[in-house]
């Protein structure tokens, strides 16, 4: 079933139309709103509050980007409204988020493994370290590979500063990832 046939469907009052988009795009909303919030009943709670905005809102929904890019610019944004309700005066850039693993099976021996995993956990400690807008911006472009147009649209943020934002958690990665050597080096 295409898109414009699921959104129809849904719009018609069918609720497993409603329900195959709720599974199709699950995944996304928990991964967009998960670089933003920290806590795992946050987490559940906007994942709710999104989908039931989405079901709201579609019927007027014109198309006019992916329904993926859609959805992720309102989880982003009901995301960012959450913790401005939380906490009012808090800088979304405290915050706080988990990467989601991704396990894949390897033919590596197990030293190799382990050097994976350690390198791993410590460039998740390292982009847990970087702001929240940091952090998203790059989960967007890297994780989730939306280019630069549909980052741009769903968190609303002209293109220069997403390409910035891109470029400055990249740059502060690097300069981590170089103390952390040098302290190694001691």
């Not at 993926?68 to 850039?93: C, E, F, M, Q």
Request: aromatic share 8%; hydrophobic share 35%.
């Amino acid at each position: 079933m295409n898109e414009t046939e699921l959104i129809q469907q849904i719009c018609n009052g069918n609720p497993q139309a409603f329900r195959y988009l709720v599974k199709q795009y699950e995944r996304l909303v928990f991964h967009v709103a998960g670089r933003l919030l920290n806590q795992q009943e946050d987490l559940e709670d906007v994942a709710q509050e999104v989908f039931i905005k989405v079901h709201q809102k579609l019927p007027g929904f014109r198309g006019d980007s992916k329904l993926s890019t859609w959805i992720a610019t309102i989880a982003y944004r009901v995301s960012v409204n959450h913790l401005r309700k939380r906490k009012p005066d808090v800088d979304i850039g405290e915050s706080q988020y988990e990467l989601l693993q991704h396990s894949r099976v390897s033919d590596e021996n197990p030293e190799q493994l382990t050097q994976k995993k350690e390198l791993k956990e410590m460039v998740k400690q390292m982009v847990d370290k970087l702001p929240a807008k940091y952090k998203t911006v790059l989960s967007l472009y890297h994780l989730e590979e939306y280019g630069y147009n549909e980052i741009v649209e769903i968190t609303g943020l002209p293109e220069g500063t997403v390409k910035n934002y891109i470029f400055r958690a990249r740059k502060m990665l690097k300069e981590m990832l170089e103390k952390s050597e040098l302290t190694q080096d001691v």
